[in-house]
């Protein structure tokens, strides 16, 4: 649960700091997408095993379809409203995004999935 609070901290600082540095725009996008691909590939290994999907969105026993789509959606969204986003302010949805998937990454390791699953 610490590692949770210092990434949502971190997450949290950079949101607020409004950075215009294009370095840490840059890093804050690819450090969220990297995490929702984590995400992705915990969720793919979870569903397989026929656990419920706590997210609503995909429904409680989604196919790896409905994850998949889910996936590449949430990663198209971050990427867009990053390109649209005034310089100041690039790094607000990438920061959020890493705090909750910080905390999913979180609960699903505790359930015993490894930060990195493999496919079969």
């Not at 901290?9 to 450090?31: D, E, K, Y």
């Not at 609503?56 to 390109?83: C, K, Q, R, T």
């Not at 905390?103 to 015993?112: F, K, L, P, Q, T």
Request: proline share 6%; hydrophobic share 50%.
């Amino acid at each position: 649960m610490r590692r949770v609070a210092v990434a949502v901290a971190v997450a949290v600082a950079v949101a607020l700091g409004g950075c215009a540095n294009a370095h840490v725009n840059h890093a804050t996008l690819i450090a969220s997408t990297a995490m929702l691909a984590v995400d992705w590939g915990q969720t793919r290994e979870m569903t397989g095993r026929g656990w419920t999907e706590q997210n609503p969105l995909m429904g409680e026993h989604p196919p790896g379809h409905v994850v998949d789509m889910y996936f590449m959606s949430m990663a198209a969204l971050n990427a867009i409203v990053y390109l649209v986003m005034p310089d100041r302010w690039k790094s607000v949805l990438p920061a959020g995004v890493i705090g909750m998937q910080a905390v999913a990454i979180d609960r699903n390791m505790s359930y015993g999935v490894s930060l990195l699953p493999l496919p079969h």
